[in-house]
């Protein structure tokens, strides 16, 4: 995510506002793409490694966009580009109703990780842009729970629409009001004149602590993405759950992750960051195993622990690295989207050679590699100061 550090002194809420509703979208479609995968497979008459295209070759779209994203900042205006990636979602998500064989399946999974990616750096650029520094770091705790409620409603409706027999393609369709408002409260809304904003960009150059760091990004989104976007089918095939009921499970984990972030923005949870972290990343840990180890599914949604992760983990980057973290938020977004599209592959290829329950475990191991990760950055990068950046 490329993020600017604004001076204004009063709040745009506007922007915020177009923020978070970018945010939300983004998330929804986002997660989407889960509960709704066994009905693509089922639909088009192929397996889950195949149906997971939608996934990993929308990492791939992802990680395109995202470089793309980088090069337009430096040309145009925020408002300009949130418009024209607005209109590049609603030409994404319409693709859905032209999806009819594999390949345009591939088409249409690389234009909605496009789409999706975009929503999502487009959704911070605006918050910040609008919103003074002294309040930009409740401000994202509020964005990042926006995520949580567009992941908690997206398996709930598309559950209630499939009893109706809304195909999956047209599911992808209710997001498009929401687009509609960004769209039009943008276009509405008066360009702003004035320098546009400076990056390290060219000049930065990645060190083993940044690298370190950026794997912590791309192994703990694995693991969140992997457990939650899978979570539907691995209920169904390993425990017998209905849709419904694996889908309202999923919903349960992302009304935790969201109210785990919203505390996030209402506490000061700068004094106690590191334990916060740490504590977010075990106990989903240790969910998955007295879950698993005990046939427990229903324990599956606490993992929605995970919550303050993000929102932390990017206020320690940006006490660490005060000088790089607009150019290290840039390139966590291109890390987490090649890690993303190697596990979400992988995903694929286990369950079909060994089946779902086998591939799943994909995300417990990711999140014990980010475990390591952090412990190896917090040894190399004492928790109370700034690495040195010379």
């Given at each position: 995510m490329t993020i600017y550090m604004h001076q204004q002194k009063s709040i745009s809420y506007l922007y915020v506002l177009c923020g978070y509703l970018c945010l939300f979208s983004s998330a929804f479609i986002d997660n989407l793409r889960g509960p709704l995968l066994p009905i693509i497979a089922k639909d088009m008459s192929i397996s889950y490694g195949k149906a997971s295209s939608l996934l990993s070759l929308g990492s791939i779209g992802a990680l395109i966009s995202s470089f793309f994203l980088i090069w337009l900042l430096s040309r145009f205006s925020e408002r300009r580009i949130a418009i024209?990636?607005?209109?590049?979602?609603?030409?994404s998500v319409f693709l859905s109703l032209a999806v009819s064989s594999y390949a345009s399946l591939i088409a249409y999974a690389l234009c909605l990780g496009a789409s999706i990616v975009t929503l999502n750096i487009i959704s911070n650029i605006l918050t910040i842009k609008g919103t003074p520094l002294k309040f930009q770091a409740r401000a994202l705790g509020g964005l990042h729970a926006m995520y949580g409620i567009g992941s908690l409603l997206a398996p709930l409706l598309a559950a209630r629409l499939l009893i109706y027999n809304w195909s999956w393609a047209t599911v992808f369709l209710i997001a498009l009001p929401i687009i509609l408002l960004i769209i039009s409260i943008l276009y509405w809304k008066a360009e702003e004149k004035g320098p546009a904003p400076q990056e390290e960009g060219s000049s930065f150059r990645l060190k083993y602590i940044h690298v370190l760091l950026l794997l912590v990004f791309g192994f703990y989104v694995a693991a969140e993405?992997?457990?939650?976007?899978?979570?539907?089918?691995?209920?169904?095939?390993?425990?017998?759950?209905?849709h419904i009921n694996a889908s309202d499970c999923m919903s349960m984990f992302f009304l935790l992750l969201m109210l785990t972030r919203f505390g996030c923005m209402i506490i000061d949870s700068a004094k106690y960051e590191r334990q916060l972290i740490w504590s977010a990343l075990l106990i989903p840990f240790f969910v998955f195993i007295i879950a698993s180890s005990f046939s427990l599914p229903y324990l599956l949604p606490l993992m929605g622990f995970y919550g303050p992760v993000i929102p932390l983990l990017v206020a320690r980057m940006a006490r660490k690295f005060p000088t790089m973290w607009r150019a290290l938020a840039a390139w966590t977004q291109v890390s987490v989207q090649i890690t993303l599209a190697i596990t979400h592959t992988l995903v694929g290829l286990i369950a079909t050679e060994h089946g779902l329950p086998t591939a799943y475990l994909l995300a417990p191991t990711c999140l014990v590699l980010t475990i390591i990760l952090f412990y190896s950055f917090e040894c190399l990068c004492p928790p109370d100061l700034s690495f040195s950046e010379k």
């Open positions: 024209g990636s607005c209109v590049f979602v609603i030409l993405v992997i457990g939650s976007s899978w979570l539907v089918p691995y209920l169904i095939e390993t425990y017998s759950f209905s």
